[in-house]
């Protein structure tokens, strides 16, 4: 069974421009997280879609958004880069639909490296 | 504010036994996860403690009181291949995961 794969593995981008990263989830899990993890700092969550829809977000500016398609992918994109965008960005399934459940197990992908000069 | 701390990093031994403590102060628990995170990959479940106790699976064990505030992840019979982070996570009462920095494992020969 193939894990959670995730595009590009590393973005170099500058200033202001726009990133778009992908996460393609476990077969059959219909919730996609997605985690900033920057040097030093523990993951900080972003936002978490189901059934295509965004179910939460976390305390992140605007010009992070995303959208989560039919079959169940989902991409994140960030606008207006500024430098302290770079970090690691994780994407986590789930096959628990209810984040309500204690042992929500998440599987994660290796991540998206983003760059921002 | 809710908070995780663990130790940034730690160094042990081949072959001994390493504790990995994590306090936290949150709004609310409903469970604690233990990830492992090897440099460059992603990261992979380890353990989940919802009530006081330990839990052991194999040569790792990990601990929960929920009175303290209180957890450590146990490692015994340490090998090189156990070098890598370990992330400390409580579940508030909004069923979000907080996230410690991890504890960076470093094992010697």
């Known amino acids: 069974e193939a894990g959670v794969t995730q595009s590009p593995t590393h973005l170099i981008k500058t200033r202001g421009q726009q990133a778009t990263l992908r996460c393609s989830p476990i077969s059959g899990h219909t919730s996609v997280y997605w985690y900033q993890q920057a040097l030093g700092l523990g993951l900080q969550f972003l936002l978490w879609y189901d059934e295509g829809e965004e179910r939460n977000r976390g305390n992140f500016p605007p010009r992070f958004s995303g959208r989560q398609f039919p079959n169940y992918s989902s991409e994140l994109i960030v606008n207006a880069l500024e430098l302290e965008d770079s970090a690691l960005y994780l994407c986590?399934?789930?096959?628990?639909?209810?984040?309500?459940?204690?042992?929500?197990?998440?599987?994660f992908g290796a991540g998206s490296r983003l760059t921002v000069l | 504010g809710q908070n995780i701390d663990q130790p940034t990093e730690m160094t042990a031994t081949e072959g001994a036994i390493v504790q990995i403590n994590c306090t936290y102060q949150t709004s609310g628990f409903n469970g604690l996860f233990w990830y492992q995170q090897h440099a460059g990959e992603a990261p992979t479940f380890l353990s989940y403690n919802v009530l006081d106790g330990l839990e052991e699976k194999g040569r790792f064990s990990s601990f929960l009181s929920r009175s303290k505030g209180y957890s450590y992840l146990l490692l015994k019979e340490l090998q090189m291949k156990d070098s890598a982070s370990y992330l400390c996570?409580?579940?508030?009462?909004?069923?979000?995961?907080?996230w410690g920095a991890g504890t960076k494992l470093i094992i010697k020969p």
């Open positions: 986590a399934s789930s096959s628990d639909r209810s984040a309500h459940s204690g042992a929500n197990v998440l599987t």
């Open positions: 996570a409580v579940k508030d009462s909004n069923y979000q995961l907080i």
